[in-house]
Nanobody, 115 residues
Framework: QVQLVESGGGVVQAGGSLRLSCAAS????????MGWYRQAPGKQRESVAT???????NYAESVKGRFTISRDKAKRTVYLQMSSLKPEDTGVYSC?????????WGRGTQVTVSS
């Protein structure tokens, strides 16, 4: 199994920045895709940013130009750099990785953006 632990969440004022980290441990798996998802109160979970093993990225329209997903393969860590944060970015951010036909999720980290 693969364990994922997110960190870096917190409370930030609108316009501020945060960097989220998702560290993988356990079984060594070649990840096919890595992604960050968020769930705001009362809303469904949505994809925020994804990164494939080939380096292709995809972002939700609402975060394009503000968020950047990246990885450190040696550290088995995926990052989400978030800038120009808005109150509507508030939510629980979780990371997901896929590999060997399986999907693994972290438990999430809370991001709260105050106006």
């Amino acid at each position: 199994q693969v364990q994922l632990v997110e960190s870096g969440g917190g409370v930030v004022q609108a316009g501020g920045s945060l960097r989220l980290s998702c560290a993988a441990s356990g079984r060594v798996v070649e990840f096919t895709t890595m992604g960050w998802y968020r769930q705001a109160p009362g809303k469904q979970r949505e994809s925020v940013a994804t990164l494939t093993s080939s380096g292709s990225t995809n972002y939700a329209e609402s975060v394009k130009g503000r968020f950047t997903i990246s990885r450190d393969k040696a550290k088995r860590t995926v990052y989400l750099q978030m800038s120009s944060l808005k109150p509507e970015d508030t939510g629980v951010y979780s990371c997901k990785v896929t590999g060997l036909g399986l999907a693994f999720w972290g438990r999430g980290t809370q991001v709260t953006v105050s106006s």
